[in-house]
């Protein structure tokens, strides 16, 4: 028999935020387990726009536009500036202001589309997905209207332990927030063991309330294995958005090529990709290195662009904030980076990235802001790569499944299964 599940989801395609990944591989594959999503999420209104993520949805899927007037763009580029403007400066005010974040002013109207669909019937399951963190307000909200009506609760990112908060009381309110959430919710999947470990923590929930969901990657769209361009500069590429404390990992990186520079490393050497988008400080510390040539600031591009951007790559680099935050969590990239199995240098502190890559044996991990290590690294790739001995992490079929979007979906509607 097919149940329902309401997911409430600020973030859905078209849009392209880096969030949308999990939550469309998850609308994707729960029919195939018996559960038939029905979406509430933002109205699409410009924005970082990825249509070809629409193709990956199952033709009946029922989504219900809840209009935000606040924020025209996505959650991301309403959480992140590329330079300081007039409106970035104003989105930092309001963070203050609208506490979890700015998209507080869409829930009344997501709730009420919630509701409605709620009181039609069918629904069996509600399911909210943050961040934004206002979506389990959202939830919280629904619970409290619905008690009958089983809530899970998924969270890709840290909450009120996101050493981004700014100041005490913003931390008070935002674990107010997050500790009647999780009190409510009937389960709590998380990303991450390490982003589960804090919450037990943190708030002292039981262990059995809440469990980890990785991040992961959908075979379907990585492209069988080719062999990186075996003539030209050693490429390094990085997918993703650098911005916030993301930006200011950078700094060790940008601070490594100049050392080798300064040793007559050319842009015929050694070019490094960086797509995504930036904070001002990335491109203000890139400046010199781009006017090289040796590094390229790419804008955002769709999903499926960047997975070819990947894949023109000698050696995929992954960037992590150096904090609590890059300890704990894993972006989703890191699995596409296994799955096209070129080798990764990881910039990021020890946490659960670094202890990956080393059991995947896919790389190098060093820390975001050790420039001796960085240059180290780059040393040794680019001596590889001269030699041609730089070879790829290719690894047996098996090795990554438990990171495929099927076998993660299937947690989740097992998870589903437990709480009807």
């Known amino acids: 028999m097919m149940r329902r599940v309401l997911i409430v989801a600020y973030d859905f395609p078209p849009r392209g935020a880096t969030g949308v990944i999990r939550v469309t591989k998850f609308a994707r ?7 038939q999503p029905v979406v509430v999420a933002a109205a699409v209104r410009g924005g970082m726009l990825d249509e070809a993520l629409l193709a990956q949805l199952p033709p009946e899927l029922e989504v219900l536009r809840v209009e935000n007037r606040f924020a025209p763009g996505n959650a991301a580029a309403g959480r992140h500036a590329a330079s300081p403007t007039l409106g970035a400066r104003l989105r930092q005010s309001l963070r203050r202001l609208f506490i979890p974040d700015p998209q507080l002013l869409w829930v009344p109207g997501a709730v009420r589309a919630a509701s409605q669909r709620i009181e039609q019937g069918g629904i069996d399951a509600l399911m909210t997905t943050a961040p934004p963190y206002s979506v389990h307000v959202a939830g919280l909200w629904l619970k409290r209207r ?11 990112d840290i909450w009120s332990e996101n050493p981004t908060i700014p100041d005490p009381l913003t931390y008070k309110l935002q674990a107010a927030w997050e500790r009647a959430c999780l009190r409510a919710a009937d389960h709590v999947t998380t990303a991450t063991d390490g982003q589960r470990g804090l919450i037990l923590r943190s708030f002292g929930i039981p262990p059995t309330h809440i469990s980890t969901i990785t991040n992961g990657f959908d075979p379907a769209d990585v492209p069988a294995l080719v062999p990186p361009p075996d003539r030209g500069p050693l490429r390094l590429t990085h997918v993703g958005s650098l911005v916030g404390n993301r930006a200011a990992a950078t700094q ?7 050392r080798l520079v300064a040793q007559g490393v050319t842009a015929d050497e050694l070019e490094m990709r960086l797509v995504g988008v930036f904070d001002a400080e990335v491109y203000q510390w890139s400046q ?12 955002f591009m769709p999903y499926a662009q960047a997975v070819g951007e990947m894949t023109a790559a000698h050696v995929l680099l992954l960037i992590t904030a150096n904090d609590r935050e890059g300890r704990l969590s894993h972006p989703n990239k890191l699995f596409e980076y296994f799955a096209l199995g070129r080798p990764i240098l990881a910039l990021t502190p020890e946490g659960d990235v670094a202890r990956l890559v080393r059991e995947a044996d896919a790389g190098q991990a060093v820390p975001p802001l050790d420039v001796e290590q960085i240059v180290a690294a780059l040393q040794t790739l680019l001596a ?7 070879g790829s992490v290719a690894a047996e079929a098996t090795r990554f499944a438990r990171f495929e979007r099927r076998e993660l979906t299937r947690q989740l509607a097992a998870r589903l299964d437990e709480l009807v």
Do not use: K, N, S
């Open 29 to 35: 594959y729960l029919p195939e387990f018996g559960w």
């Open 384 to 390: 590889e790569h001269r030699a041609r001995t730089l």
């Open 288 to 299: 010199p290195l781009v006017e090289r040539g040796i590094v390229q600031l790419v804008p």
């Open 146 to 156: 619905f008690p009958q009506l089983p809530w899970l609760m998924d969270l890709r």
């Open 252 to 258: 060790g990186l940008f601070a490594a090529l100049e």
